[in-house]
Nanobody, 121 residues
Framework: QVQLVESGGGLVQAGGSLRLSCAAS????????MGWYRQAPGKQRELVAT???????NYADSVKGRFTISRDNAKNTVYLQMHSLKPEDTAVYYC???????????????WGQGTQVTVSS
């Protein structure tokens, strides 16, 4: 069984910082791209940031310069450091990974259960 477990969400005031973590565990052979997405109430899930195995990153325009995605390949973990948080960053943040299992099965978009981030004004 494969799991993506997010942590680090919470309540923070505008201008504050949070660091999200997502650890992948289970019968994982390799992980390709990993990323963070978010979904605010009444809105569609949207891309926040992605990172390849080699460290190439991609960010939504709304978070550029404020958020940083990183990963530790040895720990199968991806991080999202968030600074200068705004009320509009309030959402459930989901971890996503492109996984190849030991049995050869590939999940191009495996999701975590999500972690709530709330930014108060």
């Amino acid at each position: 069984q494969v799991q993506l477990v997010e942590s680090g969400g919470g309540l923070v005031q505008a201008g504050g910082s949070l660091r999200l973590s997502c650890a992948a565990s289970g019968s994982i052979g390799s992980i390709n791209a990993m990323g963070w997405y978010r979904q605010a109430p009444g809105k569609q899930r949207e891309l926040v940031a992605t990172i390849t195995t080699g460290g190439s990153t991609n960010y939504a325009d709304s978070v550029k310069g404020r958020f940083t995605i990183s990963r530790d390949n040895a720990k199968n973990t991806v991080y999202l450091q968030m600074h200068s948080l705004k009320p509009e960053d309030t959402a459930v943040y989901y971890c996503n990974a492109d996984l190849l299992l030991w049995n050869g099965v590939r999940f191009s978009a495996y999701w975590g259960q999500g972690t709530q981030v709330t930014v108060s004004s």
